[in-house]
């Protein structure tokens, strides 16, 4: 079945470091691939996405670009905010079965002024 | 306007209650979703309705009864409550593409 897989945290940056968070993702055929952000006491919301290989997504300054070859879609700032606290989750859905979306672990960002 | 809206925000009940939860979607998205969320920040699929009909079911205990009126709506039912529950719950609605989720309910079971 599909899974995927993210950088574990807590991550704790100082402001205006760099960000990566790591996602790798098992599936078949050629899914859609997703960043979604959970800020404190809210629901999840769209971050980014990208629906095929080579796709860049990119919003809020995040961007992840969609590695068919090393089955990735890793997130990255330049440059984080205080306000970018929060989960990050990585989710795919598959172009095989298309009501159910696949979602990481999540990873809790804490960036400090 | 609110996507995704789902009450109550928060539910504290007793251990052995029978609670609901409501959710709606103003989207006209053909597929509907819960999730829950433990402590961990860890999400899981409970269920997924497409146009009315279950076409999701992750082995959740049978006391998690969801209903789905119309497609704008799923509610979710949960008899004999247990301490394990406690947890919040996202209702999320999609259409070939990203979900949108509601604010959660944050169920407490004492």
């Known amino acids: 079945g599909n899974s995927v897989t993210q950088m574990e945290g807590p991550v704790t940056l100082s402001e205006e470091a760099f960000l990566t968070i790591n996602c790798t993702y098992t599936?078949?055929?050629?899914?859609?691939l997703f960043w979604y952000v959970q800020y404190p006491g809210e629901g999840l919301q769209l971050l980014l996405k990208?629906?095929?290989?080579?796709d860049k997504g990119s919003n809020k300054g995040f961007e992840a670009t969609y590695r068919k070859e090393t089955t990735s879609f890793h997130l990255e700032k330049g440059s984080v905010q205080v306000s970018d606290s929060a989960v990050y989750f990585c989710a795919l859905r598959g172009d095989t079965n298309a009501g159910k979306s696949t979602f990481g672990d999540g990873t809790t960002l804490t960036v400090k002024p | 306007d609110t996507a995704v809206s789902q009450t109550p925000k928060y539910l504290v009940t007793q251990m052995g209650n029978d609670k609901s939860i409501k959710c709606e979607q103003n989207?006209?998205?053909?597929?509907m979703y819960w999730y829950k969320q433990d402590s961990k920040k860890f999400l899981k699929i409970m269920f997924s309705?497409?146009?009315?009909?279950?076409?999701i079911n992750e082995t959740v205990p049978n006391r998690f009864s969801p209903k789905s009126p119309d497609k704008a709506h799923l509610n979710l039912h949960i008899n004999s409550l247990e301490l394990g529950d406690s947890a919040v719950y996202f209702c999320?609605?999609?259409?070939?593409?990203?979900?949108?989720f509601g604010q959660g309910t944050r169920l407490t079971v004492v």
């Open positions: 309705y497409n146009n009315k009909e279950l076409i």
């Open positions: 989207l006209g998205h053909d597929t």
């Open positions: 990208a629906t095929k290989a080579d």
């Open positions: 599936a078949t055929g050629y899914p859609s």
């Open positions: 999320a609605s999609s259409q070939k593409g990203s979900a949108f």
